[in-house]
């Protein structure tokens, strides 16, 4: 049974790109959510996917989007990249049928900007 | 909004009991669990625990509640050098599968 994969899992940009990061989530789940981890923090928030819509979003502006797939696989998209959006992205999957409460985390895509 | 706190660092010997602390602002959270992230991976889900429950019991891991005092703590036991890591708290509510997560603590095991 796999788990939650990602890729790329590393990436470098410069300042003003735009940058895709995807997510398969484990296999039965059908709910993916988003986390931004900076160097020496907890995991914070970005938006969470469900029946291919946004379900809900944490204080992350517009220049990050997302997208769900029929297959429930999922995109984190940031546009015009700071140096700031340096971090661990994380996404985790979740099955609504069981309460979506047990979150499974992928290894995460390291994005560097310079 | 909800504030997750937890100590930096923790520094155990090898075959001692660890247990790490947390708190938590607020009173509905509904469901806390506990992640481990060793270096340069993802969180690897290790136990949560239901706001109705004061205790859970898995393998080496004992997971206490305080509801009263909005604490949280993870005790593992035996505690091995492949326990090195940083062990995130995270709580969320009933509802609103957010996952709030503390600044993690770092394990450090003494031979």
């Known amino acids: 049974d796999a788990g939650v994969t990602q890729s790329p899992t590393h990436l470098i940009k410069t300042r003003g790109q735009q940058v895709t990061l995807r997510c398969s989530p484990k296999?039965?789940?059908?709910?993916v959510s988003w986390y931004q981890q900076a160097l020496g923090q907890g995991p914070q928030f970005i938006f969470q996917?469900?029946?291919?819509?946004?379900?809900q979003r944490g204080n992350f502006p517009d220049r990050f989007s997302g997208h769900q797939f029929p297959n429930y696989s999922s995109e984190l998209n940031v546009n015009a990249l700071l140096l700031g959006d340096s971090a661990l992205y994380l996404c985790?999957?979740?099955?609504?049928?069981?309460?979506?409460?047990?979150?499974?985390f992928g290894p995460g895509t390291r994005l560097t900007v310079t | 909004g909800e504030d997750v706190e937890q100590s930096l660092f923790l520094s155990v010997r090898e075959g001692d009991s660890s247990v790490i602390n947390c708190t938590y602002t607020?009173?509905?959270?509904?469901?806390l669990y506990w992640y481990k992230q060793e270096p340069g991976a993802g969180l690897q889900l290790l136990t949560y625990?239901?706001?109705?429950?004061d205790m859970k019991q898995d393998q080496r891991l004992t997971v206490l509640l305080n509801k009263k005092d909005k604490h949280l703590s993870l005790r593992i036991a035996d505690t091995q050098t492949g326990d090195s890591a940083i062990y995130f708290c995270?709580?969320?509510?009933?509802?609103?599968?957010?996952?709030?997560f503390g600044t993690g603590t770092r394990l450090t095991i003494i031979p």
């Open positions: 985790a999957s979740s099955d609504t049928d069981r309460g979506a409460y047990e979150q499974y």
């Open positions: 296999s039965g789940h059908d709910t």
């Open positions: 996917y469900y029946e291919e819509e946004e379900r």
């Open positions: 607020d009173s509905s959270s509904t469901y």
């Open positions: 625990i239901f706001s109705n429950m």
């Open positions: 995270a709580v969320s509510v009933f509802g609103n599968e957010k996952l709030t």
